[in-house]
C-alpha cells in the first residue's frame, strides 16, 4: 500500500520503520527533517510538504497534540489539500473536541478520517506490538486493518464516531497514571515500613496484579528510570487537561485527576521537561520525607 507518515517522533520512527519492513511503499514528513534519515535509508521517501506525504491511498500522523494535527492538516500545504483524498489514520493522542472537528473538516473536504490512538511504549511501537483504539467507519476500518496488523498486536473497534477513541485514549491515559501513583504511594509506604519497593512488586505482580502496567512502570519505579523519558511528562500532563476538558464536558467528576495534575508539575518543576511521566514517583517519595 502506498502511504504517507507524519510525524518522526520515538513512537512515529517505529511504527514507519515495521511499515517499510513490511513491504508498503512510505513516504514521511517531519518538521526536522534530520529525523527521517534512518527511514531513508530502509527505504522511504522525503515529501517536502504535509501535502504531498499525502499521496497515496492512507496517511497516518502521529504528533503530539491538536495543534501539531491542525498544522499538518490545514492550509494550502496540508493533508487536506492533497488532490489524491487518502484515509487519513490519526493515531495521536488529541482532544475529543478536535477529534470532532477532524471528522467534520474530513467529511465537507471529500476525504475520510480515521482516530486510531494507540496504547504503548516506544519498545513496543519498534517491535510492532502496539495496541490501537480504532473508530471510524466500518469499510474504513476494514481497509486499514492489513496496516494495523503490521504495527500492532491487537485492535479494539469502539465504533463509528472517530472522537470515542479518542476518549477510550484518554480515560486509558488517565487510567495509566493512576495506576503509576497508587503504585508509589504503596512502594513508598512500604519501603518507609522496611519493605524493599522490589518485593512489594513481587508480590502484587505474582497475586491480583499481574498486568503489563504494574509490571512495566514497577520496574521504572523501583529502578527509578525516568531518563531518557519514554513518554514525557509535559505530555503527560497535556493529556491530563485534555481528559479534564472530556469531564468538564461530560460533568464528570474525577477528584483523582487534580492529584495526578499537581504531581506532575512538581516533578517537571524540580526535574526539567526532558522526564518521563512516571516520575510522579518522585513527587510522590519527596512529599513523604523519602527525596
Not at 513491504?23 to 534530520?34: E, I, K, L, P, Y
Not at 479494539?156 to 497508587?182: C, H, M, Y
Request: proline share 5%.
Amino acid at each position: 500500500m502506498k502511504i504517507g507518515f507524519i510525524g518522526l517522533g520515538q513512537m512515529g520512527s517505529g511504527i514507519a520503520l515495521n511499515l517499510i519492513k513490511a513491504g508498503h511503499d512510505v513516504t514521511v514528513w517531519n518538521r526536522s527533517a534530520g529525523r527521517a534519515a534512518p527511514l531513508l535509508e530502509a527505504g522511504a521517501k522525503l515529501a517536502k510538504t504535509p501535502r504531498e506525504a499525502a499521496n497515496g491511498e492512507l496517511v497516518m500522523t502521529m504528533l503530539s497534540d491538536d495543534d501539531a494535527v491542525a498544522g499538518v492538516t490545514f492550509g494550502p500545504d496540508g493533508l487536506l489539500a492533497a488532490p489524491e483524498k487518502p484515509l487519513h489514520v490519526s493515531l495521536s493522542t488529541i482532544s475529543v473536541a478536535f477529534s470532532e472537528r477532524l471528522t467534520k473538516a474530513h467529511r465537507e473536504a471529500g476525504s475520510r478520517f480515521v482516530a486510531a490512538p494507540v496504547f504503548g511504549r516506544p519498545n513496543a511501537a519498534a517491535a510492532g506490538k502496539l495496541n490501537v483504539a480504532a473508530a471510524g467507519a466500518e469499510e474504513d476500518l476494514a481497509f486499514c486493518a492489513p496496516v494495523f496488523a503490521v504495527i500492532s498486536q491487537k485492535v479494539f473497534d469502539v465504533g463509528r464516531s472517530p472522537q470515542a477513541a479518542n476518549l477510550v485514549k484518554l480515560a486509558g491515559n488517565f487510567l495509566i497514571l493512576s495506576t503509576i501513583e497508587s503504585l508509589a504511594e504503596a512502594m513508598t509506604l512500604a519501603e518507609k515500613g522496611g519493605v524493599e519497593k522490589k518485593k512489594l512488586l513481587e508480590v502484587l505482580t505474582g497475586t491480583l496484579f499481574d498486568a503489563p502496567v504494574y509490571r512495566t512502570y514497577g520496574e521504572i519505579l523501583i529502578e527509578e528510570r525516568y531518563r531518557p523519558a519514554g513518554f514525557a511528562a509535559p505530555l503527560g500532563l497535556k493529556d491530563m487537561r485534555l481528559v479534564a476538558a472530556a469531564a468538564e464536558a461530560q460533568r464528570t467528576p474525577m477528584p483523582v485527576l487534580g492529584v495526578l495534575r499537581d504531581h506532575l508539575l512538581q516533578a517537571i518543576g524540580q526535574e526539567g521537561e526532558d522526564i518521563d511521566w512516571s516520575s510522579v514517583g518522585l513527587s510522590v517519595a519527596r512529599n513523604a520525607g523519602k527525596k
